[in-house]
């Protein structure tokens, strides 16, 4: 493999990882919803994780697929239970339906039941 | 007084009637939330055993003794056996504070799946040995989805062909299995040789890590699979597709459904994302606690 080719090929690399690490940033910030990431520990561990492997990253060692594969899996994990979560939430049963929602649906209607107030009204009509 | 104080909490729940909360004398109910440690939030708990609010702010890790626990606030997460929860790995930890954290009103337990794997590893409330939970994950072998192949229709087997048959060359080229697919409803053929192989390289997992492998193969029905997820051939995304190949392939012929079909597939990833991460994490703990352990020539 020729010099350009390998440096191109080192760029594709490195933008992959940085487009991991600020899709991660994303999705910690869905969750801790603070302004300061730095202060969030789980943050500064993902970016310490990442500072590490740069260095090793040029060379192409087996912790760099590591540590990308491991982003790409917590990544995969927070967006994707955020995803579930939404999704259930929108679908989720909001309890038993009333009789009168339920004969709606089939186009029926009920007849007026009996009540007290009705009862009396009535004979001043 | 321990005894009595069961009871009550025994009629309570199975009765979760709103009167006997209220008949309870308030300093009662106290101990009884002190007494059974084991349901954070006990009084909230018997309103609906389903539901518990989110009852702290903050989950924070700290480390004891070379484990790491979880602080929510002040208190000390337990395991529904009311022990001290704590995991062998801090990257572990860190991911399960950020799950207890990113819970809003409500904490949905079945969806924090770190806490549950590492709940079943530190319990282990099924006491399984190491023995029967690779024979257990062996089991799936002998069953495996990318075995089960389908003559028709032709543009199926061709996906399946194109899709599958590089996982099983994998398998044969890294760990000599021999395993032949199957047409028919015969089950595949994997020789003896094949699964003694798995099981040596199972048993080189921590107990940790087996509990994790077990969720995973249980969760897609597919060892070869896994195998590939963990020696970071394939990604999540690309394993998942791999176990649903023939659902996503009727779903773009007749429609994807999304309450069940999109739902099915990110818990699958949810699940199996979970999963990898703990195997991960906690195989790279005993690593650095052997050479920790190394004599000094």
Request: proline share 4%; with cysteine; charged share 25%.
């Amino acid at each position: 493999m020729d010099l350009a080719n390998q440096n191109e090929s080192r760029d594709k690399m490195a933008s992959n990882s940085y487009r991991t690490l600020r899709s991660l940033a994303r999705e910690l910030k869905l969750i801790y919803k603070k302004k300061d990431m730095c202060e969030v520990p789980v943050y500064a561990y993902v970016q310490e994780q990442f500072r590490n492997f740069q260095v090793t990253g040029e060379k192409m060692c087996r912790a760099r697929q590591e540590a990308e594969h491991l982003a790409q899996t917590y990544l995969c994990y927070l967006e994707s239970t955020r995803k579930h979560e939404a999704i259930s939430a929108h679908y989720r049963g909001k309890g038993e339906r009333s009789v009168e929602s339920s004969a709606n649906i089939v186009g029926l209607k009920l007849p007026k039941l009996y009540s007290e107030e009705t009862a009396q009204k009535s004979p001043e009509h | 007084m321990a005894s009595t104080f069961k009871n009550i909490f025994q009629t309570c729940f199975i009765l979760r009637n709103k009167v006997i909360l209220q008949s309870a004398e308030k300093t009662k109910l106290k101990t009884i939330s002190v007494y059974s440690n084991h349901c954070l939030s006990f009084t909230r708990c018997l309103h609906n055993p389903r539901e518990l609010k989110k009852f702290y702010k903050n989950a924070t890790v700290v480390s004891a003794d070379g484990w790491f626990e979880i602080n929510l606030d002040r208190k000390k997460l337990r395991t529904p056996h009311g022990n001290i929860f704590k995991v062998p790995s801090e990257p572990l930890a860190l991911a399960i504070a950020t799950e207890w954290n990113s819970q809003e009103k409500l904490v949905n337990r079945h969806t924090m799946h770190l806490t549950v794997l590492s709940n079943t590893a530190l319990e282990n409330p099924t006491h399984k040995t190491r023995e029967q939970l690779t024979s257990n994950i062996i089991h799936f072998l002998e069953t495996d989805t990318v075995c089960y192949r389908l003559n028709e229709p032709p543009e199926l087997e061709k996906l399946q062909k194109t899709k599958w048959d590089p996982i099983i060359e994998w398998a044969v080229n890294r760990h000599g299995l021999e395993i032949t697919p199957t047409y028919s409803m015969a089950p595949p053929i994997v020789s003896p040789e094949s699964k003694e192989i798995v099981r040596r390289h199972l048993l080189s997992y921590s107990d940790w890590a087996l509990f994790g492998y077990h969720y995973a193969v249980d969760c897609i029905k597919s060892l070869l699979i896994i195998m590939a997820l963990v020696d970071k051939q394939i990604d999540v995304d690309t394993a998942v597709e791999l176990a649903r190949l023939e659902q996503e392939f009727q779903t773009k012929k007749w429609g994807s459904v999304e309450w069940y079909h999109d739902i099915e597939l990110y818990e699958l990833r949810c699940r199996l994302s979970a999963a990898m991460l703990f195997v991960h994490w906690c195989c790279e703990s005993t690593t650095i606690k052997q050479k920790a352990t190394l004599p000094s020539f």
